[in-house]
Every structure is written in structure tokens, then in C-alpha cells.
């Protein structure tokens, strides 16, 4: 028999972190020009697109792999260097693709604790093997919502013994408070094992195009690229990712309403009693204090259409990540909050 399927009314969406401004407008106002090319194949290389990167970013387009979502770059990067025996370092509560991506390359997954769930560099470099192949850095985390700054990285990144390959996940990074933030992508260097993943999934609005990208040495990209499906990207991100490259209005206005919003969520939940890590993301993971709690709060958001993610897969039991919607499911996440307290 065929499970039941819940049929309630979903609202509002907020356990998948997308930008609920959406995209810009001037990339709606392309997609119109785009619709006649569907019937056209994409570029397996998206020689273009990587140009487009590299232009907007100063970047050698040559050491650019772009995929079906940086997701798609997680998994090719674990077929690609790994072997059973190996090892994966990650931290305690990180972004579940790389658990994932590492059990089906028939490797280990090793976590590193975090310090007041913000990524701990001594515990790190303390986790590291003779077997560790690759570090994935989520920064942002994901679920944490937490921000490891430049000092941090860099002593990381300058301790990391060479046989270890630092992946470091900037998906949240255009998020950051401006005075925090800091790239990966100027550390990378020919003779240095960093692979930088970058998305146009959240702050871009462009969750559906499936659309990120990867900067490494030469060596590293074209060891990726020999394992990445030739028509993995779509012929509408090739065309309209370029268009969200620009500077647009649209993008100040995500950044001050993300910011403005998620520190209001992140105070109601602390006057609540429910402790809120500092998050430099577009979603907050508040401490329902224990598990029955937070499993509590989840079905009171769901009972009134509100989806929250449970980051109990992340080895957090009491908390619930909760991304930044609009005014109207900001409003609800409140009230509900408040109502049960």
C-alpha cells in the first residue's frame, strides 16, 4: 500500500532557504528573450558562462567548473578523489550533502566539534589523518547559520597539511555582514589545495535555474570536469545566469531587508528564551531547548501552512532552521512563537 500523503496547505515554504525576493528583475525581462532557444541543446562546457564568471569576478575562466547547482560539484568532487579507505573532515553540524556525497564515493565521514557552533580551526586541524583527503568548509554554515571570519580561515587554511584538499561552500556568503565578509576566492594560488563553491541558488534568487560554480588550480578543475555529465547545465541558466551578474538595485534591497529581517527574528526568539546562534545567513536556527520542543514548534508552524526544516540530521535535536520569508510568514513565525510560549 502507497503511504498517505499529507495533504494540508502549504503557505509558506521556509525549510529550503530561498531568497524569498526572488531574482532580479532585469533576469525575469531576459527569460522572455531566452524562451526561443529551449529548443537548443546547452553548451557542455559553458565556455560563456565560465567567461561571464571570470569577468565579473577577475577570474581565469579556465580554472571555473560550473554545475547543476554547486551541489552537483559536491558529488562530482568525491567521485573524482576518492577511494574506500578515505576520509572526509567536516564539522559537527554541516550541510548533509557532504555526508552523502562521501558514503556514495565508499568513503568516511569524520566531524570535527564545533565552538559555540561556529567552526573551531584548532579542533579541525586536531581531526585531520594520514586518511583525510578533503575539508569541507560550509561558511556560512549550514544549518549553524554561523560565519567563520578571515583570521580563522586563514589560520586553517595556512595549518592544513598539503595531502588535505580544503573545499570551502560560500552559498551564504553574499549575506554576510559587510564589515565580516571576506573570499575564498583570493586564496587560491597553483600550488594550493583550495577549491572555492560558489551559487546563484540564494542571494541571486535562482533556486530552480540549478546554477554553481567552482575556482581551483588548473590541475584540480580539469580533474573535476573529466567527471561532470556534459549536459548537466540547462540552456536558460547559461543564458540568464550572465544577466544576474550585474550590480542591480534589486540586490542592495535583498541584502538590507535579509539583514533587517533575520536580526528582529533573531531577538524575538532570544526575548522567547530560546537561544539563537548570530547568523550571517538568510535563515535563523533557533534552541527549542529540547527535542519534544522543537518537534512541537515544527508541527504548530506546519498546522498553520509554515515549513520549517528539523536540523536533528545535522546532529542538532532542539533546533529548527528557519529562513527568511516575506513580511506576511514573518509575522506568522512570530505570532506562532510568541502564542505558544
Known sequence: MLPQLDTSPV????????ESLGPA??????????????????DPESLNLRMAIGKWKNLSPQQILCGNGSEEIIYILTQALLKPGDQVLTNTHAFSAYNKATQNAGATLITAPMSQLTTDPEQILKSVTPQTKILFLDNPGNPTSTYLERQGF?????NLPQHVLLVLDEAYCEYVDEDKQFTGLDYVKPDRDLLVLRTFSKFHGLAGLRCGWAYGND??????????????MNRLAQELVPIAMSNHPHYKTVFERNANCRNQLMNHFETLGFPTPDSQTNFVSPNFKTPEMCKAYQMAY?????LTHNCSGQGLDSHLRIAIGDENAMEKVVDIAISKA
Open 154 to 158: 586563514e589560520t586553517l587554511l595556512t
Open 302 to 306: 506546519r498546522n498553520q501552512g509554515i
Open 219 to 232: 590541475e584540480l578543475i580539469k580533474q573535476l570536469a573529466a567527471f561532470k555529465p556534459p549536459l548537466s
Open 11 to 18: 503557505i509558506y515554504d521556509l525549510s529550503r532557504n530561498e
Open 25 to 42: 528583475p532585469e533576469v525575469l525581462s531576459q527569460l522572455k528573450n531566452s524562451r526561443q532557444n529551449l529548443l537548443h541543446y546547452a
